[in-house]
């Protein structure tokens, strides 16, 4: 199994920028791809971005492309996303997600249901 720990979030104006951190432990070895997902009060958990691990393939949702960059650092088993230019509507509880093995679907990276460990997730607020 792998355990996850987001840091980074908090309070940042439209516009600025913030940088959240998910750090793994366990069966690191085993995983696959990590990722981010979001989910603003009274909505549905949806994908940011996800990063295999090994070949350091990136997919992002649309509504990032061009602002958010997500990256890892194989050594440190720890995830990162680099959130620039934000918008109010970036507002949501940040998690990170793993899953192991390789899956073949073409979008198996937008679905929650995809990533069997989870993190507990950080707050990121984005004032007006």
């Known amino acids: 199994q792998v355990q996850l720990v987001e840091s980074g979030g908090g309070l940042v104006q439209a516009g600025g920028s913030l940088r959240l951190s998910c750090a793994a432990s366990?069966?690191?070895?085993?995983?696959?791809?990590m990722g981010w997902f979001r989910q603003a009060p009274g909505k549905e958990r949806e994908f940011v971005s996800t990063i295999t691990w090994s070949g350091g393939n990136t997919y992002y949702a649309d509504s990032v492309k061009g602002r958010f960059t997500i990256s890892k650092d194989n050594a440190k088993n720890t995830l990162y996303l680099q959130m620039n230019s934000l918008k109010v509507e970036d507002t949501a509880v940040y998690s990170c997600?793993?899953?192991?093995?390789?899956?073949?679907?073409?979008?198996?990276?937008?679905?929650?249901?995809?990533?069997?460990?989870w993190g507990q997730g950080t707050q990121v607020t984005v004032s007006s």
């Open positions: 997600a793993a899953v192991w093995g390789r899956p073949y679907s073409s979008d198996w990276y937008l679905y929650s249901y995809m990533y069997p460990f």
């Open positions: 366990g069966r690191t070895f085993s995983t696959y791809a």
